[in-house]
């Protein structure tokens, strides 16, 4: 088990080597095994069990465009709270305040996208 | 000894970001660039796990390649243009590489203006705290902290704005 500060990163670069050696060994060892028949309807693109339609590219609708944005804003909401947490203690109400203020804000945020409409499933 | 090892790790996280960075402007596929963007910024908090930075390097992964990505991602399967062709590429390319040289030109002279000559000291070091980082935000950058919050809002107004449908139509 290595230790310190980078041995914690060969820990993990280890789990990642074993995982890719994992999926790719067991790929290419089903290769070696398997029979290699291709037919058109093999190599269709699977959709749910439907002949796929058209191509793969299409035009997505608009409104998904808020979702993606409101995953960034609560992510780097997130992101502030863990720096936050850390100091919370010493900071006491002061650090209290500034988060309400800053969550305040990004509920602000929420409501308005709520009110607009725009979280509803179509 | 471990010196080498991070030198070797440094350069080869070097190459991955050079190679995949010359990717993003070169490829044709939009799609495909912004997957080598993906990789450029792993690249980059790779770097900030070898200056000890860890929790930058992780809010790198978490917000850059989790959450920015996703959205360029987005943007790109809403737009109408024939995505994954070369119609992107126009006769601007001098223009760019200019604009590029000079953006390079000018934060390397400010950062080498600022740091010149100085060493970080990573003896005995477990790395940036993320309590010092903390400490740095909620007690000197408090009202950038709290601008950050009215720039989401912002951002998310817009988006709302450009992307509603006008109150009454039934989008189907």
């Known amino acids: ?122 | 000894m471990a010196d080498t090892y991070l030198q070797v790790i440094f350069w080869a996280f070097f190459a991955l970001m050079a190679i995949a960075g010359i990717r993003v402007v070169t490829t044709r596929n939009v799609i495909h660039a912004a997957l080598y963007l993906v990789a450029t910024l792993l690249g980059a908090a790779s770097m900030y796990v070898l200056l000890y930075a860890e929790f930058v390097a992780w809010v790198q992964v978490l917000v850059y390649v989790g959450a920015v990505v996703v959205l360029m991602l987005f943007g790109l399967m809403l737009t109408r243009a024939p995505i994954g062709s070369a119609n992107f590429d126009n006769n601007q390319r001098l223009v760019g590489a200019v604009c590029a040289g000079l953006l390079f030109a000018v934060t390397s002279f400010i950062m080498v203006g600022a740091f010149e000559g100085q060493e970080i000291d990573f003896t005995g070091t477990e790395g940036t705290k993320v309590q010092s980082i903390g400490e740095a935000i909620f007690s000197i950058y408090v009202l950038p902290f709290e601008i950050v919050s009215v720039l989401l809002l912002a951002a998310l107004v817009g988006a709302v704005v450009i992307s509603r449908r006008d109150e009454g139509r039934v989008d189907s």
């Open chain 1, 1 to 122: 088990m290595p230790e310190g500060y980078f041995g914690s990163y060969v820990t993990i670069g280890v789990f990642a080597v074993v995982g890719l050696v994992l999926v790719f060994g067991t790929l290419a060892l089903t290769r070696l095994l398997r029979p290699n028949v291709p037919t058109r309807a093999k190599t269709l693109t699977y959709e749910s069990g439907i002949d796929p339609i058209g191509t793969g590219w299409a035009q997505a609708n608009v409104r998904y465009y808020v979702f993606a944005l409101l995953f960034v804003i609560f992510d780097v909401e997130a992101v502030f709270l863990f720096p936050w947490a850390t100091v919370f203690e010493d900071l006491g109400t002061q650090a209290f305040v500034e988060m309400v203020i800053f969550i305040g804000v990004l509920a602000l945020a929420l409501l308005y996208a709520i009110k607009k409409r725009v979280l509803e499933w179509l």
